[in-house]
């Protein structure tokens, strides 16, 4: 049945405006970029995870409405990544062909005290693809000097739309005023450092509003951002439960997530924790990445019947990328 399931790379994923931040003259970028697409392709687990996302909190400051983390509220468990975990975390792969790591999965890696030692130590082990998501609150111009020095790679910025109302609306607890000119503050100290990193893209999830007007969003952003882009959104309210489709994630043979705590995940969409593959604390993440738990999930995955494990029955992202196949199927008539 394999070669009856679809798999596609970063299909969650939209540029609109500017370059494209992969693109890179390096041999080492462009072997991490295939193998990113190959990998998933044709259901090769290679020797060690690609790409591993460290959460280094799981607390925000904002409380946006269409976040999962919003809507779980309490259930998640407030904490801080220690530098010995992502010492050893990152130890480990630069010595076992990993190529890069995000520094956030569910929280706000600003609020982390120690994300510029992080971004430094991940960079001096010869990691090539460091990075981030932030809502930019608190990327003040200090912060930013501090981000260039580390050596940070790429760095993403969730930003709603174009005016104070509506970014406020959606972005709640933050300020339109303070975000857009610590944007502006960051790309003006790239050039007075004779810089291109960190090369900052501005995303927004494609609400319904954003979407009647996205050209604007565009337009916009294109001269303040090196690379504009959207995510599809993806509606968090309830999981929806029973969608037999033969789709495969590909995130099981690119990457891995690891939370604050140290706990272990195959994907970074897993928010209830529901696929725990161990605790860094006490494994290896190689020994993880080629354990029985994580290759019966692949196997699902290959089988057409992710449905039938318990954390990618419902998932977001699952969800998403079925109703976008349904959809087109439906217009090909």
Not at 175 to 182: I, Q
């Amino acid at each position: 049945m394999t070669d009856k399931i679809v798999i596609e790379v970063n299909s969650n994923f939209h540029r609109i405006a500017g370059s494209d931040l992969f693109i890179k003259e390096s041999k080492l970028f462009k072997e991490y970029r295939k193998k990113w697409e190959d990998w998933p392709k044709n259901f090769n687990v290679g020797p060690f995870p690609l790409f591993i996302d460290i959460e280094v909190t799981s607390a925000c400051n904002l409380n946006c409405p269409f976040c999962a983390t919003t809507y779980r509220g309490k259930k998640v468990k407030r904490g801080y990544i220690s530098f010995d975990l992502v010492k050893k975390i990152i130890d480990e792969g630069a010595s076992s062909g990993l190529y890069g790591v995000k520094f956030n999965i569910r929280g706000e890696p600003l609020l982390h005290p120690r994300i510029y030692e992080f971004v430094e130590y991940a960079k001096k082990k010869g990691l090539i693809d460091v990075y981030f998501n932030t809502n930019a609150m608190l990327l003040n111009r200090e912060s930013a000097q501090k981000l260039i020095d580390a050596g940070l790679d790429r760095i993403s910025i969730s930003f709603e739309g174009v005016t104070k109302e509506f970014y406020e609306s959606q972005r709640k607890g933050a300020k339109y005023e303070t975000v857009l000119s610590n944007i502006e503050n960051l790309q003006q100290l790239k050039k007075r450092n004779n810089v291109k990193h960190p090369r900052l893209r501005i995303q927004t999830v494609l609400l319904p509003q954003i979407k009647e007007r996205l050209e604007e969003y565009k337009e916009f952003w294109k001269t303040r951002a090196d690379e504009v882009a959207f995510l599809d959104y993806k509606d968090m309210k309830e999981k929806r439960k029973g969608m037999n489709y033969p789709w495969a994630c590909p995130q099981l043979w690119q990457r891995m997530a690891i939370w604050w705590d140290g706990t272990i995940l195959p994907c970074n969409h897993d928010d209830d924790g529901l696929l725990s593959l161990g605790n860094i604390s006490g494994v290896n993440i190689g020994d993880v990445w080629k354990s029985e738990k994580i290759n019966k999930i692949r196997e699902a995955h290959r089988a057409g019947a992710a449905h039938t494990i318990e954390a990618c029955n419902g998932c977001y992202l699952r969800d998403s990328e079925i109703n976008k196949l349904n959809a087109k199927t439906k217009k090909n008539g």
